[in-house]
């Protein structure tokens, strides 16, 4: 009986992400003022300096990076791929991925322009922002893939897409909060994706705290689990890691987004026992 409302609840959120359209996702989260680049305390400025500090503090490294819910979003590899030698890219819709190869192709006509965050990325990096040309090819060069995942299934990608030794680190960032239907799915999902990780391998998660939608869609208003930071504690815990930092964000007062009810978000690194 427990079993098949888990299944409905899952089903349910499948059905949701039917009406995602990326180029409104895109709109809303990576563009001013979220993404204000030239404010240090905007979203994307704290989550783009989360991720070059893991990335470079000296202890994530091995052969593959695996990015769990990619979304329509490069960002969050932009610091990952001068590390990684293979980059693995993956969501749960096809609207997604294709947003993604359009950008991997260098077809144009994507919904976003990545140039702003690459050359970000080249100046937290110490180099001239002009160097993005670089960063973009090498990000072109790693990723070796764009993949179905589902986070709900014990064996979230096709039994063939990782090597058996498992991924050396994953980054996961605004997914399973999103994608969850309770705080037992999220629990679930994060120990189904641990499996694709090897051991000590290093999980990068970003989330939001409070959240109880967003809008991802012109008529999609989609329900998210209100985490807080003793619950993302418990599941990561429950689900067989060792938390080794977590770090909250506050959205500055003068922010105002319509499009979600969340202003706090947290940044965890941790390994896999
Ligand atoms: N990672 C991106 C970012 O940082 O903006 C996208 C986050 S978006 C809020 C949530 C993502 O979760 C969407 O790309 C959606 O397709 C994906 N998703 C939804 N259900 C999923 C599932 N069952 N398994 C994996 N990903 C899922």
Redesign the pocket.
């Known amino acids: 009986m427990e079993e098949k409302g888990a299944e409905n609840g899952?089903a349910a959120?499948?059905d949701c992400?039917q009406g995602?359209d990326?180029a409104v996702?895109?709109q809303n989260?990576?563009t001013p003022p979220l993404a204000d680049l030239e404010r240090k305390d905007s979203l994307l400025s704290w989550?783009l300096a989360c991720l070059h500090r893991a990335f470079t503090e000296g202890n994530v490294s091995g052969e593959l990076l695996v990015?769990?819910?990619?979304?329509?979003?490069l960002?969050?590899v932009m610091s990952g791929c001068e590390v990684f030698n293979k980059v693995l890219l993956?969501?749960?819709?096809e609207?997604?991925r294709k947003e993604l190869r359009s950008w991997l192709q260098d077809e144009g006509g994507g919904s976003l322009d990545w140039t702003p965050f690459l050359q970000h990325v080249c100046k937290l990096e110490g180099r001239q922002p002009s160097a993005w040309t670089e960063k973009a090819a090498r990000l072109r060069q790693v990723i070796m893939d764009i993949v179905p995942?589902?986070?709900?299934?014990p064996q979230?990608l096709a039994l063939d897409v990782l090597p058996s030794a498992g991924a050396d680190c994953l980054v996961?960032?605004?997914?399973?909060e999103?994608?969850?239907p309770d705080l037992a799915a999220f629990t679930r999902?994060l120990g189904h994706i641990g499996r694709l990780l090897r051991p000590c391998g290093h999980l990068l998660l970003?989330g939001t705290l409070g959240m109880s939608y967003?809008i991802?869609g012109p008529d999609l208003k989609?329900p998210?689990i209100p985490l807080n930071e003793a619950q993302v504690c418990a599941s990561l815990k429950e689900s067989g890691y060792t938390l080794i930092r977590l770090e909250v964000y506050t959205l500055p007062q003068d922010t105002n987004v319509w499009f979600d009810d969340s202003s706090r978000m947290f940044f965890v690194k941790a390994m896999k026992v």
Not at 67 to 73: V, Y
Not at 90 to 93: E, M, P, Q
Not at 172 to 176: M, P, V
Request: net charge negative; aromatic share 20%.
């Open positions: 899952v959120m499948a992400y995602f990326p996702y895109l989260n990576y989550n990015d769990i819910g990619s979304g329509p979003t960002y969050q993956t969501d749960f819709l609207v997604n995942i589902d986070v709900h299934r979230p996961s960032c605004y997914c399973l999103s994608a969850s999902a970003f967003y991802a989609i998210t």
